[in-house]
């Protein structure tokens, strides 16, 4: 069966200094997501990205942040100067359709730890 | 705006007994409902969803899930927990304000099954 995938599993940076988180999506997805889940807290929504462009994005989304999708496969979030409230799992997930309903599988998710 | 919430932060139950884990919605328009459930060190598996029609949802590992518009609500079920039940359960709302059918999680409820 078809998974998301993500890397690393755990990634440990420095305050300030930049990281990339990389997923791939299933590949038949056109409809792709970042969410992220503070340690103790509830999973909360990030990014949504269609047709190479972000298509919403939540106020925690702010210019420290971007997506891209590099190469048709890959999705990637990237924090440009990472602050330690950054540090939390990152989950990417994608969904098939643009239909309502339409489910959204996610990865194992990054852990991101900033020292 | 679209919310869910997960009103037990726990909920304990042994081996062979049946399970509920509650979920209450507040939605305008058509609720999009969704189950999924988050193992140790894993990321957030789909269980099941609703979007239309029985309001009783049969899911994997065994789940269903109970639609009840009058009291915006969605529970998940089980008639007989396992000890390998035990995980963090997350209910979902999708919020299609955006076009993008971003996910709106509730705040999960841990789910411990003793043998």
């Known amino acids: 069966e078809p998974e998301v995938t993500q890397t690393p599993s755990h990634q440990v940076t420095q305050m300030g200094q930049e990281v990339i988180l990389r997923c791939v999506p299933i590949s038949n997805h056109l409809y792709f997501y970042w969410y992220r889940q503070i340690l103790g807290q509830k999973v909360e929504f990030l990014v949504s990205f269609y047709n190479n462009e972000i298509s919403e994005k939540s106020e925690i989304f702010d210019d420290q942040f971007s997506v891209e999708r590099p190469d048709g496969s890959n999705f990637t979030l990237k924090i440009r100067s990472t602050k330690l409230e950054d540090s939390a799992m990152y989950f990417c997930?994608?969904?098939?359709?643009?239909?309502?309903?339409?489910?959204?599988?996610f990865g194992p998710g990054t852990r991101l730890t900033v020292l | 705006a679209q919310s869910v919430a997960q009103p037990e932060d726990q909920v304990n139950v042994a081996e062979g007994n049946p399970l509920t884990v509650k979920c209450t919605y507040s939605?305008?328009?058509?609720?999009?409902l969704f189950w999924y459930v988050q193992y140790p060190n894993r990321g957030l598996q789909f269980l099941l969803k609703y979007i239309t029609g029985d309001n009783l949802v049969k899911g994997s590992y065994g789940f269903e899930a109970e639609f009840n518009k009058s009291q915006t609500s969605f529970h998940l079920k089980k008639p007989s927990a396992l000890v390998s039940d035990s995980a963090l359960y997350f209910c979902?709302?999708?919020?299609?304000?955006?076009?993008?059918?971003?996910?709106?999680f509730g705040a999960g409820t841990r789910l411990a099954v003793h043998p």
């Open positions: 939605v305008s328009g058509n609720p999009y």
């Open positions: 997930a994608s969904r098939e359709t643009g239909r309502g309903p339409d489910t959204q599988y």
């Open positions: 979902a709302v999708r919020d299609g304000a955006g076009g993008y059918n971003k996910l709106i």
